[in-house]
């Protein structure tokens, strides 16, 4: 789609934003709207009134706030009521954050909720007249917003807006209708960008859930559809090709965990890299800036790597697999993980046991059977006796080569379609920037359109 630029444009004053159109004028933030940092936090006082919350997260992972059932449920004052419950033409920001870039998020409110309050670390942004609600909005989701409030960030452990930042941050400012119709072409064009990256979307999540089917019917079923099956006595398996064995993991393979964490961790007499959890992430291991501890003795041999022994999670993600590929002389692994041995190299082929691992952390066989705490965790003695199906020697390499040709190509395509949402996003971006600092006329664009209609 072509837009048209401006006749006229003049220097807006403002290094960073440059030219704007001759007309336009450059606002603070404090002379368009009024902005209200909350002070309602999440607990419940006694003798307060209740409330519902719009939370961080509400704005973080919303466009637009609605009403919904899922507000927290809270307590605050009358005067707290009166000033943060939230209004139509609202736009409401993150001013709190671990990092400048989640900094200013916004979130627009379409229309009055009623009982329903802006809670902690969050500032409300209401417009006063002659300013237009839903242009605000847009202003936020500009990149110049973006980086404008960045640089006003303060903090090192975490990061805020202090009141006077937010208030004097410039906005270009256009008259109250033409606002109205940036704000409108933006609402129009960006449902249609939206709605290609909601296809991407869907289209990743067919693609990773056919990966999945072809991982799991591979290492259940095999490649031959004509050998004879039997029952593997495994409720995930299902039947499973005749020839092959079904057993316990600790059968074929040695499953050990790595070193506890000293609290030295390092003494200076060998220190050597370690892979943590986190390290180990499916089909890849991190060996970039590991942290280090001392090995020595017969820990070198119990907790040293060599090339193919697969790492597997024994917490958060439980069953995240890696190969390990020798890629550093020397390294070792922590409590974290556990390390997949064969116990005969003649009859094992990790890559398959890789995928076998794959399938069943796909289909939650670990996540059903771990500790009910807060993070799970899988245990060495309880890991060795997961049994699953093992073919001969052969069939596993055949499996395996098969499943690596196979999942190449579909995570080809899932590339493909994150570029693709990528480059819509970033068009998306492109677009809301444009229009909010006058670098496109958008005008015609909605005058003709509703004169269409």
């Not at 202003?139 to 937010?166: I, M, P, W």
């Not at 859930?209 to 490649?223: C, D, F, N, P, Y």
């Not at 395996?400 to 990528?422: M, P, R």
Request: proline share 5%.
């Amino acid at each position: 789609m072509s837009v048209p630029a401006y006749e006229r444009y003049r220097d807006s004053g403002v290094e960073w934003l440059g030219e704007v159109p001759s007309h336009w004028g450059v606002r603070r933030l404090k002379h368009i709207a009024d902005v209200y940092p909350s002070n309602v936090d999440k607990k419940s006082q006694e003798g307060e009134i209740a409330v519902r919350l719009c939370n961080y997260t509400d704005v973080y992972y919303n466009d637009v706030i609605l009403d919904d059932p899922d507000f927290m449920v809270a307590t605050a004052t009358k005067d707290q009521i009166d000033k943060f419950t939230l209004r139509a033409g609202d736009t409401i920001i993150t001013k709190d954050s671990e990092t400048a870039d989640d900094i200013a998020i916004s979130a627009f409110v379409p229309r009055d909720l009623p009982g329903i309050v802006c809670g902690y670390h969050l500032s409300m942004v209401r417009p006063i007249s002659g300013t237009s609600g839903a242009f605000i909005k847009r202003y936020f989701d500009s990149a110049f917003a973006k980086a404008s409030f960045a640089v006003r960030a303060n903090g090192l452990t975490r990061v805020g807006l202090g009141q006077y930042a937010v208030d004097n941050v410039e906005v270009p400012f256009p008259s109250l209708p033409e606002q109205t119709a940036i704000a409108t072409f933006l609402d129009r064009e960006t449902a249609k960008i939206d709605a290609l990256m909601e296809e991407q979307r869907r289209l990743i999540g067919l693609l990773k859930e056919k990966r999945q089917a072809v991982i799991s019917h591979a290492v259940t079923k095999g490649l031959d559809p004509s050998v004879p099956m039997k029952d593997s006595g495994v409720e995930w398996l299902g039947e499973v090709p005749a020839h092959w064995t079904t057993c316990g993991l600790g059968f074929r393979y040695d499953v050990s965990l790595g070193k506890m964490l000293d609290e030295k961790r390092e003494t200076g007499k060998l220190p050597s890299p370690y892979l943590r959890n986190t390290d180990v992430q499916w089909g890849k291991i991190n060996i970039e800036n590991l942290p280090e501890m001392d090995f020595s003795g017969d820990e070198i041999v119990r907790y040293g790597l060599v090339y193919g022994d697969l790492m597997v999670c024994e917490g958060g993600e439980v069953g995240r697999a890696a190969i390990w590929q020798g890629d550093l002389d020397r390294c070792f692994y922590q409590k974290a993980l556990h390390r997949l041995r064969p116990h005969s190299s003649a009859s094992e082929f990790p890559p398959f046991m890789y995928y076998i691992l794959s399938a069943a952390a796909g289909l939650g066989v670990f996540s059903s059977a771990t500790s009910k705490a807060t993070i799970a965790h899988l245990p060495a003695e309880s890991f060795r006796k997961y049994r699953f199906g093992f073919p001969p020697f052969s069939d596993q390499v055949k499996i395996a080569n098969f499943l690596d040709q196979q999942t190449f190509k579909i995570d080809a395509l899932v590339a493909e379609a994150l570029s693709a949402e990528l480059l819509l996003q970033e068009r998306r971006s492109a677009l809301i920037s444009a229009a909010v600092t006058g670098k496109i006329d958008v005008r015609g664009l909605v005058a003709s359109e509703t004169e269409a209609a």
